[in-house]
């Protein structure tokens, strides 16, 4: 049986929003509940305008949900299932850590 190659396209795209080890850490960020932009680039260390760029892709891509309260706007995880996921990972890093890390094929 072939596999779909529009269901992998689709699928490569979820796993990109992933993949970028910005957008991990947003998405790490906010697993636990919302926050704004001024809080996830505290927490991640990364600057306000690049978290509001990656936070756009992740909007986008439907991996996060946004909701003004006030003049704040909060961000959080869109999908259970997109939390369930990171969650799932750490399963499976925890069981192949040290093969993950000696992989030099995915270097950065």
Do not use: W
């Amino acid at each position: 049986m072939m596999i779909e190659k529009e269901k992998l396209k689709i699928k490569a795209k979820l796993f990109r929003g992933f993949a970028d080890p910005t957008r991990l850490a947003i998405l790490e960020c906010i697993r636990d509940g919302e926050k704004t932009v001024t809080e996830i680039a505290q927490e991640t260390g990364q600057s306000q305008s690049n978290v509001s760029n990656h936070l756009g892709c992740l909007l986008e891509c439907s991996l996060v949900k946004n909701r003004r309260d006030g003049k704040n706007i909060q961000y959080s995880i869109r999908n259970a299932k997109v939390k369930a996921l990171l969650e799932e990972s750490d399963t499976v890093i925890s069981e192949v850590y040290k093969e993950i890390f000696e992989c030099t094929r995915y270097e950065e």
